[in-house]
Every structure is written in structure tokens, then in C-alpha cells.
């Protein structure tokens, strides 16, 4: 009886987790930003599921754009995975160029595509440009 009790209880605790999690979609806008080769600035927006991370959102509008957006990233053993290059251009290490991941404040994000989890509404920018 305790067993079933405690089981039951620990279900409605979880509910309202499960039921937001499965419910809950928002649209995040991905903002490109070439300031190296002085390209145009471009613009995409996606719906995501709660709490996805930026690249499952990179890859929906890969799939959506598959000519006007690209992108490629390399897997770190232990950080995971970092972007490389998109729409074509790739950083350099001998140029000193990469590709920033900027929150919607202008700040950069303390982790990669593969992490970040955009808030609703976000606009992220992928910032290409060069480092000290």
C-alpha cells in the first residue's frame, strides 16, 4: 500500500514536468553575421520544442533552407560540438577567425551550439569574426 501510495504521488509530482515539456513549443530566431567579409545579414526563424538546444534549431532550419543556410560542426571529445564554418566560410586559426554563439543581449554564451538552450522568443547571433 505504502509502495503504491508513494509511486502515485511521485507521478503527480511529475505531471505537470511531462506535460510541459511535451506541450510546449517557441519560435527562436538564428541571426547570421559575417563582419570579416562584410555580407549581407541574414535571418531565420524556427519553432523548437521546451528546452531544445541551438543546433537540433540549426538543423531544422538546415532542413527548411538547405541551399541558403549551412553549417558544420566538429565534435570535441570532451566539450562536444563546436561550429566550424557556415554558409561556407570557416574560421581560421592561422587568421584568427571563428564563429561567436552571442545571446540575445549581445553577450557571448559560456557553451556551444550542441548546449545552448535558447529562452523563447530568442534571437541568437552566430557572429563571424576575429579573436586577439
Same mark, same amino acid.
Given at each position: ?6 509511486? *502515485? ?21 538564428? !541571426? ?8 549581407q ?11 531544445? !538546444?541551438? /543546433? +537540433? ?11 541558403? *543556410?549551412r *553549417?558544420?560542426?566538429? =565534435? ?5 560540438? *563546436? /561550429?566550424?564554418? !557556415? ?13 561567436? /554563439?552571442?545571446?540575445?543581449? +549581445? ?11 535558447? =529562452?523563447?522568443? =530568442?534571437?541568437?547571433? /552566430?557572429?563571424f569574426?576575429?579573436?586577439?
Amino acid at each position: 500500500m505504502a509502495l503504491t501510495v508513494t509511486l *502515485f504521488l511521485s507521478a503527480l509530482l511529475l505531471l505537470p514536468v511531462l506535460l510541459a515539456q511535451s506541450a510546449t513549443e517557441y519560435p527562436v530566431t538564428l !541571426v547570421v553575421q559575417d563582419t570579416i567579409n562584410n555580407r549581407q545579414l541574414l535571418t531565420y526563424t524556427t519553432i523548437i520544442p521546451y528546452r531544445a !538546444v541551438l /543546433l +537540433g534549431a540549426m538543423r531544422k532550419i538546415n532542413q527548411a533552407n538547405p541551399k541558403n *543556410f549551412r *553549417f558544420e560542426t566538429r =565534435e570535441d571529445p570532451n566539450y562536444g560540438p *563546436f /561550429l566550424v564554418s !557556415v554558409n561556407g566560410v570557416a574560421g581560421n586559426d592561422t587568421a584568427h577567425t571563428y564563429w561567436q /554563439l552571442l545571446k540575445a543581449d +549581445g553577450t557571448p554564451t559560456d557553451v556551444g551550439v550542441g548546449c545552448y538552450i535558447p =529562452e523563447p522568443n =530568442e534571437t541568437v547571433t /552566430l557572429k563571424f569574426t576575429t579573436w586577439d
